[in-house]
């Protein structure tokens, strides 16, 4: 519980990072550092955009599977860490 | 008989390449006519043969695909929870998070992702992976693609009759929007049933226009006002003014009064700057300029009589046609007269003898189009009869550069918003010309079939990109420019001053010049005067006639013994020349003689 806490915590310490939210494979948003609102709505989003690049993947190469999930968009980059279960979303300001 | 021609191959040779070689015709078979075989055809006579004399025609539908776009926006609702846990309730979403939080399986899942997600963030911050390289690099390579421009959008005249879009203006800020007035310009030729709505398009729409101004009597002319977008001028072809604001929809706000209005079509409206933004001037071929406020449109604030004797009378007045007014000179305005003529005014002047400061002639024809260059303020363009001419305001004799005659009229023209040298002009043949006067003087550096009507109207968008021509038949087609033609080269600014100052260098000298030789003149013809009085010698004609008749045959004798010397020069006998035979009977012959020497008189 603690490692987990600790885990979280020193990656919003990192430079840029705005925010950080863990799913869980339903859509649930479990923990998050940002407002209630921005949570829905990139857990609602980003939730099926994962189910499609997961699927994409492994319709490629059945035996491939995707490991992580960058969208750099002008202002910030959204990087999603897939699991099983869960997933971590983290979205950072793209340094100058 | 069977026609067999035999030939010996070795089969070692099978496969080999062909080598050719030439030898003499050889006579194969021979077949000679057989009259005896004509027994076997029936002639037929006549013959019926069907011939048809027509072009080929054929037939071909297109119909695009209507694309439809819809809005459509996503609302996001927490959703996902299972059934048991009411999302509302913060008790119980807080009791499942931890219960889920407290799941061993989370918190291996976590530690494991967190160290990858840490990995990809620290990578992001050690160096930006997706750093544009050499952007400054690209713009060299602008200036090797030849201009071009392509129609991006048509907007066509939606009523049966077509009127003549004579007059474009787009839309303050954004440029999403293009005023057009529409009219008949052609005397007398408007019918009953022509409307007399002109629109308001919106550039994303070309079917249908956005707004439709109805004025009472066809708009020549449109513009928008700069300072507030709802707001447009329009002069009308018998000459009022009115005034629209699009908030309130199609019907002018108010109309000025038809007796202090203009007698002819209002062909140019153009906002002033003030403080309360409600400032225009308007010019017509009566010879008058009016000034409004159109707050109050019943009369005009000021009037002007275009007249270049400065008395002020109307008769003597030319109509004008073109104005031109420039914001960042708002005392100065200039005028294009239907004959030819530009005449420069000052708006503060006391008199008004002294509001028309200088004039410009130099078209052969109406000037119809009337353009300062918006970087060197000194220099205008003006468009009319044949050719685009250039002037400087200092040389009032004739203007600094001019292009060649065209084949065409042309009709309109203005200088691009971003590139100093280049101007845009229109022709009655329905071509676009872009002319860029550092590259090319002598023809247009690019040369567009914009339709095959003429166009009337020109009207660059702010940005230097799009340009809007307006044809007689309502087309208003709306053109891309190439990106070599709108941005600014390397420059490019100060040499386009250079050329404008040396050509305005050498239009004073030619005419301090002119100015020189014509006062050498009058000196002399001074001089002369006081000699001349006492010799006035009147010849009648007969005299005259005589005494050229006297001159004339001295030549040709002259001419005939020098011909006779150079023939007994080179021949020893001398040749038998007739005489030149007195009389008129002799001209005709002798005639050709003086014509092919001339030059040797």
């Given at each position: 519980m603690a490692e987990v806490e600790e885990t979280l915590k020193r990656i919003q310490s990192?430079?840029?990072?705005?925010g950080v939210i863990v799913v869980n494979s339903e859509g649930i948003p479990i923990k998050s550092m940002v407002d209630n609102s921005t949570t829905v709505q990139y857990a609602g989003l980003m939730h099926s955009f994962i189910m499609k690049a997961k699927s994409t993947v492994r319709d490629i190469d059945p035996q491939n599977d995707l490991t992580f999930l960058r969208i750099c968009s002008k202002k910030n980059e959204i990087m999603i860490a897939p699991d099983k279960d869960y997933f971590l979303i983290v979205i950072q300001n793209l340094t100058e | 008989m069977e026609i067999v021609y035999v030939y010996v191959k070795k089969r070692s040779e099978f496969g080999r390449q062909c080598n050719f070689s030439d030898r003499p015709a050889e006579i194969n078979v021979d077949i000679q006519p057989d009259p005896g075989l004509t027994a076997n055809f029936i002639e037929r006579d006549p013959i019926d043969a069907g011939i048809q004399c027509a072009s080929d025609m054929s037939e071909h539908e297109v119909n695009t695909e209507r694309f439809e776009m819809e809005n459509a926006g996503v609302n996001h609702l927490e959703g996902g929870w299972p059934k048991d846990v009411n999302p509302l309730e913060m008790e119980q979403t807080i009791r499942f998070r931890k219960k889920v939080e407290k799941d061993e399986n989370y918190v291996y899942t976590i530690i494991q992702l967190g160290s990858l997600m840490e990995h990809c963030i620290k990578q992001n911050n050690a160096i930006n992976i997706y750093e544009e390289y050499f952007e400054e690099e690209e713009t060299a390579d602008v200036a090797d693609e030849p201009p071009s421009a392509k129609t991006i959008n048509v907007f066509r005249d939606p009523n049966v009759i077509k009127r003549t879009a004579t007059h474009l203006s787009w839309h303050p800020d954004g440029s999403k929007k293009l005023a057009v007035a529409y009219s008949s310009l052609e005397f007398q030729r408007s019918s009953k049933d022509m409307s007399y709505d002109s629109y308001i398009w919106d550039l994303e729409n070309p079917n249908k226009p956005e707004l439709v101004l109805r004025p009472s009597s066809p708009l020549v002319s449109l513009e928008y006002n700069p300072k507030d977008s709802h707001i447009l001028v329009g002069g009308c072809y018998n000459g009022q003014i009115a005034y629209w604001d699009t908030r309130k929809g199609g019907q002018p706000v108010e109309l000025s009064t038809v007796e202090f209005s203009h007698r002819d079509p209002v062909y140019g409206t153009i906002w002033l700057q003030s403080k309360t933004g409600t400032d225009c001037f308007s010019a017509s071929t009566d010879g008058q300029v009016l000034w409004w406020d159109i707050r109050k449109l019943t009369e005009p604030t000021e009037t002007l009589v275009m007249d270049i004797s400065r008395k002020g009378v109307l008769e003597n007045a030319l109509g004008a046609i073109a104005l031109e007014f420039e914001p960042t000179m708002p005392t100065k305005f200039m005028v294009g007269t239907e004959q030819g003529v530009v005449i420069t005014c000052n708006r503060k002047a006391k008199t008004p003898a002294e509001k028309i400061v200088g004039t410009f002639s130099g078209h052969h024809g109406p000037i119809y189009a009337l353009a300062r260059n918006p970087f060197f303020p000194k220099n205008f363009l003006t468009v009319g009869d044949w050719t685009a001419r250039i002037w400087s305001e200092d040389s009032k004799e004739s203007s600094i550069m001019w292009t060649k005659y065209h084949m065409a009229y042309l009709t309109d023209g203005c200088w691009s918003t971003i590139r100093p040298a280049v101007f845009f002009t229109t022709k009655m043949d329905g071509t676009l010309d872009v002319w860029d006067f550092l590259f090319k003087q002598n023809n247009p550096s690019l040369n567009v079939k914009v339709c095959d009507e003429p166009l009337f109207s020109l009207r660059l968008q702010d940005n230097g990109r799009f340009i809007g021509c307006g044809s007689k038949r309502g087309t208003v087609t709306l053109l891309e420019v190439s990106s070599g033609i709108c941005t600014l080269q390397r420059n490019e600014k100060n040499l386009a001053m250079a050329m404008f100052e040396r050509e305005t260098k050498r239009e004073k000298i030619l005419e301090a010049r002119h100015r020189e030789m014509r006062l050498k003149e009058r000196t002399k013809a001074e001089g002369k005067e006081e000699d001349v009085k006492v010799e006035t010698e009147e010849e009648t004609p007969e005299e005259l006639l005589a005494r050229v008749q006297k001159e004339f045959f001295e030549i040709i004798e002259a001419e005939i013994r020098r011909k006779e010397r150079a023939a007994k020069l080179s021949k020893p006998q001398v040749a038998q020349r007739p005489g030149l035979p007195k009389g008129w009977g002799g001209w005709g012959g002798s005639l050709t003689l003086v014509l092919h020497r001339g030059t040797g008189v």
């Open positions: 990192q430079k840029g990072v705005q | -």
